[in-house]
């Protein structure tokens, strides 16, 4: 016998559980009914209105495009939102639905959640739904402002001395190209895990901020240092200038295997995955200092970029 689901909070209780838990009646925003325009942001940059940075969430293309643009990125899930607030990224908005309000109203008073007093926005399963392009079952969403990239000089300079101050090795990653946010996040949680200082991204890669990026890597690309390369190849020239070796993973010619590279203990090493597929471009191969390659068994060519990096992160500690 199936159980009668409870019914969504209304209007009043919601506005009671706000009040029972210190959150400011015009924090609370009730989404249902209302069109786009009439939850405005009043943001002067003319990112839209505060409905509008939730809106087609499951359309890759225009997301990958526009919240770069619009100075945000989209946090999901209790956990997700978390880290991000620990990592000091500040909430434009919360937006969640009835039920998920009435179960995070102790946390949403509280703590961290509550230092911007930024709006809540709430709405129905199905409004919510309408809204975002899927069913939210994480508990909320978040739009954070995203915050401004450190210069590459300085996230590799703060590596080394991190490094040096801890008396170990220095390991930077550097993703070139990588086109799936799977992949990137998945690679961002590896590097995380297994140690690495700094991660950077060249100009075409994926962006490590958009939703499922952020989802796969359980919000570790908040606790790794990363930033964006904006000359690339040339860039390499930074890492080499600041005393790192860098290695390449490739399958061409003359490459070494991971174990022979360790076994060079470099102090400072930074190592290049490049996209799915084509691997590293010919321009980044030329400046590296050396080729590395993971041996293979059983016929097998190549592994997943994603998987590459958790071997080589894990060998290169």
Not at 46 to 56: C, D, M, T, V
Not at 179 to 188: C, E, I, R, W
Request: proline share 4%.
């Amino acid at each position: 016998m199936n159980t009668p689901r409870k019914p969504e909070p209304t209007d009043a209780e919601i506005r009671e559980l706000a009040q029972r838990w210190g959150i400011a009646g015009e924090r609370i925003v009730l989404i249902d009914g209302l069109a786009g325009g009439e939850a405005d942001s009043g943001h002067a940059d003319g990112a839209g209105s505060l409905l509008g940075e939730y809106e087609r969430l499951t359309d890759v293309r225009l997301r990958s495009s526009s919240e770069s643009d619009w100075g945000l990125y989209i946090a999901e899930s209790t956990k997700i939102i978390e880290r991000a607030l620990a990592a000091g990224h500040r909430p434009r908005s919360f937006f969640m639905t009835r039920e998920w309000f009435a179960r995070l109203a102790e946390r949403l008073g509280r703590g961290s959640w509550a230092e911007t007093a930024c709006p809540i926005l709430i709405g129905s399963e199905a409004r919510v739904e309408s809204l975002t392009g899927y069913h939210l079952h994480r508990g909320a969403l978040a739009s954070m402002h995203r915050p401004a990239l450190a210069p590459v000089e300085d996230v590799v300079a703060r590596a080394a001395a991190d490094a040096e101050a801890e008396a170990r090795h220095s390991r930077i990653a550097v993703f070139e190209n990588l086109v799936d946010h799977t992949n990137l996040g998945a690679a961002f949680r590896s590097a995380a895990a297994l140690g690495v200082d700094a991660v950077l991204v060249t100009p075409s890669c994926a962006d490590p901020l958009y939703r499922r990026a952020i989802r796969v890597s359980m919000g570790t690309v908040f606790q790794v240092p990363w930033t964006r390369i904006e000359e690339w190849p040339a860039g390499i020239g930074v890492l080499q200038e600041a005393g790192y070796i860098v290695a390449g993973m490739t399958l061409g010619a003359g490459a070494i295997t991971m174990r022979e590279l360790v076994a060079e203990e470099h102090a400072r090493l930074a190592l290049v995955l490049g996209t799915e597929g084509q691997g590293l471009t010919p321009a980044a191969d030329r400046l590296l200092d050396r080729r590395v390659t993971i041996p293979m068994m059983h016929g097998v060519d190549s592994l997943n970029v994603a998987a590459s990096a958790a071997v080589a992160f894990y060998a290169m500690q």
